[in-house]
């Protein structure tokens, strides 16, 4: 009986060894601690798909070509694009498609160089350092300009196509960006895109994702809301979102620390009363109501 | 004539496959892989050329098959390349692996030159056939 016979005869366990690659765990981590994201997760769960019954096949000596696992991730400012490619590289390695549990993340300052002769090397020694693991591009579009034909990102580009198409098994790239350079980006540079097998593009979050958002980031850090506190981001959420320059968790992130500051202020102003743990940990509505995004619309009726 | 030197020198030359292995295991030590070249066989010349610098800083032997692969583009059957392992536990880098991984097509070999000497002393010294040309065009093309 040949090899692939003798393996059509026994059952596989798909389960144990979806059990065994230890993937399971990542995927449920990523479900708990990203919020929303469903497409992103859906995708996601189809790689690790492919890539557990692709390890199955060859090991019962199937013989299938390495699948292509160069990514983009396009979306806006604070969707989760970073956290996501770290994740990847977790799964990636628990499937044993990278060797190294490594995401080595750079711009294009670590890949142009400054003068003529300086790009090459430059790349080649990133390009390198993140062999065997997950290169990640931030903003990779930049490594793109055409206003001047005579910009270096041009060449590293070059470099970056070579060692996609010739060192498929050593390294994963994954761009990012912003939706639409991203897509200006790939239209210029239509090599790029056809050595890219998954654009997964990250949605922004609705309002109740970015309120549970801030409620897992104030838990990591030991801190709460206040049922008026949650219900005063709530209405900040909503001004904020119809600002310009949303960027989505990076915002939050940034209203919780401004509330934080507020709430040390508060506490400190205050200091002749004894203070509770309580107090120490949660965030009421005065921190998030003294916040100039949610002053403004009133300032506008009044006017 | 094939010649040998460093690690490994009782065996056959070694495949790509058994290359990356040894590569493997030294940056599972934590030493800085180095590809040398030279086209001047002769076993006191112990400063080969450097391809590039030390690659300090790696964690996969991927990316030293790359470079050396570059060598190789270069230099392939007009020069020997070999690969060293440098250790800097002790505080300095000391050469702990250094292995042949490619040879010119053709080696001529070395010419034994004798030299009578006072009284009836004789000396001899060896000379690679390949040096008595140039730098540069020793081997092939």
Same mark, same amino acid.
């Given at each position: ?303 | ?37 030279? @086209?001047? !066989? ?6 080969? /050329?450097?391809? *590039? ?7 996969? +032997? ?43 097509? @053709?080696? !001529? ?6 030299? /009578?000497?006072? *009284? ?7 000379? +690679? ?13």
């Amino acid at each position: 009986m040949s090899e692939p016979q003798r393996a059509n005869a026994a059952t596989i366990d798909l389960e144990a060894e979806f059990r065994a690659s230890g993937v399971g765990e990542v995927l449920d981590e990523l479900d708990r601690q990203l919020v929303g994201l469903a497409p992103v997760k859906r995708r996601i769960r189809e790689i690790a798909a492919l890539l557990l019954v692709d390890k199955v096949r060859r090991e019962r000596g199937l013989a299938s070509r390495p699948p292509t696992l160069h990514m983009c991730f396009t979306g806006n400012p604070g969707t989760g694009k970073t956290t996501v490619a770290q994740r990847m590289a977790d799964i990636l390695h628990r499937l044993g498609y990278i060797r190294t549990n490594k995401l080595v993340s750079v711009t294009r300052d670590d890949l142009v160089g400054q003068y003529i002769g300086h790009t090459a090397p430059k790349t080649k020694e990133v390009l390198k350092k993140a062999m065997g693991g997950v290169l990640f591009i931030d903003e990779a579009y930049y490594l793109y300009r055409p206003e001047n034909e005579r910009d270096y990102g041009q060449e590293a580009i070059e470099i970056l196509l070579q060692v996609m198409e010739n060192q498929r098994d050593d390294l994963v790239v994954i761009l990012a960006g912003y939706g639409d350079r991203m897509e200006r980006f790939f239209q210029a540079n239509p090599g790029m895109r056809s050595r890219i097998a998954h654009h997964i593009e990250f949605p922004d979050y609705s309002k109740e994702e970015l309120l549970a958002i801030a409620e897992l980031m104030l838990s990591e850090q030991n801190y709460r809301f206040s049922p008026e506190g949650r219900a005063a981001f709530a209405r900040y959420l909503e001004a904020r979102m119809r600002q310009p320059h949303f960027a989505n968790a990076r915002s939050v992130r940034n209203a919780l620390d401004r509330a934080r500051l507020r709430h040390a202020v508060r506490l400190f102003e205050s200091r002749g009363r004894a203070l509770t743990l309580d107090d120490l940990q949660t965030i009421g509505p005065e921190e998030i109501l003294a916040s100039r995004v949610l002053a403004r619309p009133e300032e506008e009726r009044a006017a | 004539m094939h010649i040998t030197q460093g690690t490994f020198s009782f065996l056959p030359p070694l495949t790509d496959e058994q290359i990356k292995k040894q590569i493997e295991y030294c940056i599972a030590k934590g030493w800085a892989v180095n590809i040398e070249f030279t @086209d001047d !066989p002769h076993p006191r010349n112990t400063y080969w /050329e450097m391809w *590039g610098l030390p690659m300090f800083d790696l964690t996969d +032997a991927a990316a030293v098959m790359y470079e050396l692969n570059e060598c190789r583009k270069v230099y392939k059957g007009r020069a020997y390349i070999r690969i060293s392992a440098f250790d800097s536990s002790p505080g300095w880098e000391s050469l702990r692996l250094s292995f042949i991984t490619d040879r010119p097509d @053709d080696e !001529p070999g070395f010419d034994l030159r004798r030299e /009578e000497s006072r *009284g009836r002393m004789q000396r001899y010294s060896i000379r +690679a056939y390949a040096t008595e040309r140039p730098m540069g065009a020793r081997y092939g093309r």
